[in-house]
């Protein structure tokens, strides 16, 4: 159970997360009182080339990395059913069990345990850089680093750990895209314009930049960020997220300590009872 209830007095907090996602955020918000509103940022689809990533979990099943790095649920989910879908389910885990799996964080790390994959390290910072900080205290010079993940994803986690002298492979197990749902994005304008959405939590830097992108048609950047500045209460999940938000002109009023979407809600909860 979230602590307390009620915590987010019947307002509304706008998800940005992909469909698949957004059911367990809004089940989050509804716990403590409040009202989901949908407005993915993200789509999530297959790779473009399946291949590369059979090809992965046979390098991993013969031993071929030191490390494997999740990133997200989404990494997690989508190796899983690529593994099921090309009979290569055995290996995978066979692989995995052979090198030091790494989850960016609790979610994640949960993630891996119900699909029966046991987790070596999690981050004290869920964030890329407290993943390069955590295997950097461990040392990685001289191994080889695989990282399932989107091909959208930030360098920031490949390049650290590169200059950390590792060797990194990252295969993309899918696709990251900004929806293309016009009357979902003319809602949502309409709906921040009238000071209907209470809070609005943006849990990566993909989901801010493209929401900038979906509501181009609606209102150029400036204007977005006066409204989102104005109109509701504008919460980051972690720093790079935040970055990107101050980068487009956004005022980060809430960011958790622990980096989850849980704890985004007890710290907007706090922040609304603080004022």
Same mark, same amino acid.
């Given at each position: 159970m979230v602590q307390g209830t009620q915590t987010l007095k019947g307002r509304t907090v706008a998800i940005t997360r992909p469909l698949r996602q957004a059911g367990e955020a809004a089940a989050l918000v509804e716990e403590m009182g409040g009202r989901p509103y949908y407005i993915p940022?993200?789509?999530?689809?297959?790779?473009?080339?399946?291949?590369?990533?059979?090809?992965?979990?046979?390098?991993?099943?013969?031993?071929?990395?030191?490390?494997?790095?999740?990133? &997200?649920?989404?990494?997690?989910?989508?190796?899983?059913?690529?593994?099921? &879908?090309?009979?290569?389910?055995?290996?995978?885990?066979?692989?995995?069990?052979?090198?030091?799996?790494?989850?960016i964080g609790p979610r994640t790390?949960?993630?891996?345990?119900?699909?029966?994959?046991?987790?070596?390290?999690?981050?004290? &910072?869920?964030?890329?850089?407290?993943?390069?900080?955590?295997?950097?205290?461990?040392?990685?010079?001289?191994?080889?680093?695989?990282?399932?993940?989107?091909?959208?994803?930030s360098p920031v986690l490949k390049e650290g750990l590169e200059g950390m002298g590792a060797t990194v492979e990252e295969v993309y197990v899918y696709e990251s895209k900004a929806p293309t749902d016009g009357n979902a994005a003319e809602r949502f304008y309409k709906d921040l314009a009238s000071s209907k959405i209470d809070a609005i939590v943006f849990g990566s830097s993909l989901c801010v930049t493209n929401l900038f992108r979906m509501l181009s048609g609606h209102a150029p950047g400036e204007e977005l960020a006066g409204l989102l500045n104005s109109k509701t209460t504008v919460v980051a999940i972690g720093p790079m997220t935040a970055n990107t938000l101050k980068e487009m002109g956004v005022e980060v009023k809430v960011m958790p300590t622990a980096h989850t979407f849980k704890e985004a809600l007890v710290a907007l909860s706090r922040h609304w009872d603080t004022k």
């Amino acid at each position: 159970m979230v602590q307390g209830t009620q915590t987010l007095k019947g307002r509304t907090v706008a998800i940005t997360r992909p469909l698949r996602q957004a059911g367990e955020a809004a089940a989050l918000v509804e716990e403590m009182g409040g009202r989901p509103y949908y407005i993915p940022a993200i789509i999530i689809e297959p790779p473009k080339d399946p291949s590369r990533v059979v090809n992965f979990i046979g390098e991993l099943a013969e031993g071929g990395f030191d490390y494997v790095i999740f990133t &997200s649920v989404n990494g997690v989910r989508h190796l899983v059913e690529s593994a099921e &879908s090309s009979g290569t389910i055995e290996e995978l885990k066979s692989g995995l069990g052979r090198a030091t799996v790494v989850a960016i964080g609790p979610r994640t790390a949960q993630e891996l345990e119900l699909n029966g994959i046991r987790v070596g390290l999690v981050p004290e &910072s869920y964030t890329s850089e407290g993943l390069v900080e955590a295997l950097g205290r461990i040392g990685v010079s001289g191994k080889k680093i695989g990282i399932p993940r989107t091909s959208a994803a930030s360098p920031v986690l490949k390049e650290g750990l590169e200059g950390m002298g590792a060797t990194v492979e990252e295969v993309y197990v899918y696709e990251s895209k900004a929806p293309t749902d016009g009357n979902a994005a003319e809602r949502f304008y309409k709906d921040l314009a009238s000071s209907k959405i209470d809070a609005i939590v943006f849990g990566s830097s993909l989901c801010v930049t493209n929401l900038f992108r979906m509501l181009s048609g609606h209102a150029p950047g400036e204007e977005l960020a006066g409204l989102l500045n104005s109109k509701t209460t504008v919460v980051a999940i972690g720093p790079m997220t935040a970055n990107t938000l101050k980068e487009m002109g956004v005022e980060v009023k809430v960011m958790p300590t622990a980096h989850t979407f849980k704890e985004a809600l007890v710290a907007l909860s706090r922040h609304w009872d603080t004022k």
